[in-house]
């Protein structure tokens, strides 16, 4: 009866020891994908600051492009 019990007691030890693993890689895995919301917060807001710089940049672009299509076409 004793070595039934030994057994026991080994598989319990074995399933805490599992359990506190799992609950271990649980929590790196929450603090992991907090780190990345954080850094795609960040991301967006850097996106949103540079939308007008692009906005510009793609307005400039294409009103050089008109101009020189007007005075191609003029010719």
């Known amino acids: ?3 039934l ?3 026991v007691a080994k598989v319990e030890e074995r399933l805490d020891g599992l359990c506190k693993e799992i609950n271990d890689d649980r929590e790196e895995s929450r603090r992991r994908s907090d ?6 917060d960040e991301l967006q807001r850097n996106a949103h600051n ?3 710089f692009f906005g510009g940049v793609v307005f400039s672009v294409s009103a050089i ?5 007007y005075i191609t ?3």
């Open 65 to 69: 492009f008109a101009f020189i299509v």
């Open 35 to 40: 780190r990345i919301f954080l850094v795609l």
């Open 5 to 7: 019990n030994c057994r």
């Open 73 to 75: 076409s003029k010719n």
């Open 1 to 3: 009866m004793t070595d």
């Open 50 to 52: 540079n939308k007008g």
